[in-house]
T-cell receptor, first 119, second 113 residues
Framework: DAGVIQSPRHEVTEMGQEVTLRCKPISGHDYLFWYRQTMMRGLELLIYFNNNVPIDDSGMPEDRFSAKMPNASFSTLKIQPSEPRDSAVYFC?????????????????FGAGSRLTVL | QQPVQSPQAVILREGEDAVINCSSSKALYSVHWYRQKHGEAPVFLMILLKGGEQKGHEKISASFNEKKQQSSLYLTASQLSYSGTYFCGTEIQKGTSYGKLTFGQGTILTVHP
């Protein structure tokens, strides 16, 4: 498996523009998580899905943020409109599934991240 | 509530040992340890479950004190490749969410030749 795949790796945009980040989880994993990493707040959970259904979005900072998972192999995180304080590295991670992997079903595998800079 | 890690930073010479601690105010189901190198994604090191089960990479050692809700990661005979930021992630509930972790603020480990 190629692991968790995220795109774009880097995004530079201007304040007010729409940003869409994409994620392809590991095949067979039924949990998908979106985390945001900043120097000030560290790694914080934004939202997670189970079997494509959003379970907990309490970490989404405000209505400008939305996430979808239309099928088991694709998820998006959208910010509209973007603001400079949204600048961060956004990680997608997946876990779960019947096989679970060598270390169990609740171990996260992270994607490489999308570094977002909002000017 | 975010677990608290200590120390915030450690500087070692190759071959020296280090201990990184993680403490939570809540009863935990599991503690996970990850290492992140600069510009890269966090990578799984070890999981410690309530009840004593542990799974992880062979060269990694850790403990979980369920009474105190504390975990420690032991890095022995450190190598240059150990450098990075170490995060603990805690999971409160069993079976309700596979991998819904709350991460500590991280411990920066630097190993010098």
């Amino acid at each position: 498996d190629a692991g968790v795949i995220q795109s774009p790796r880097h995004e530079v945009t201007e304040m007010g523009q729409e940003v869409t980040l994409r994620c392809k989880p590991i095949s067979g994993h039924d949990y998908l998580f979106w985390y945001r990493q900043t120097m000030m707040r560290g790694l914080e959970l934004l939202i997670y899905f189970n079997n494509n259904v959003p379970i907990d979005d309490s970490g989404m900072p405000e209505d400008r943020f939305s996430a979808k998972m239309p099928n088991a192999s694709f998820s998006t995180l959208k910010i509209q409109p973007s603001e400079p304080r949204d600048s961060a590295v956004y990680f997608c991670a997946s876990s779960g599934g019947l096989a679970g992997g060598p270390f169990g079903a609740n171990v996260l595998t992270f994607g490489a991240g999308s570094r977002l800079t909002v000017l | 509530q975010q677990p608290v890690q200590s120390p915030q930073a450690v500087i070692l010479r190759e071959g020296e040992d280090a201990v990184i601690n993680c403490s939570s105010s809540k009863a935990l189901y599991s503690v996970h340890w990850y290492r992140q190198k600069h510009g890269e994604a966090p990578v799984f090191l070890m999981i410690l479950l309530k009840g004593g089960e542990q799974k992880g990479h062979e060269k990694i050692s850790a403990s979980f004190n369920e009474k105190k809700q504390q975990s420690s990661l032991y890095l022995t005979a450190s190598q240059l490749s150990y450098s990075g930021t170490y995060f603990c992630g805690t999971e409160i509930q069993k079976g309700t969410s596979y991998g819904k972790l709350t991460f500590g603020q991280g411990t920066i480990l630097t190993v010098h030749p």
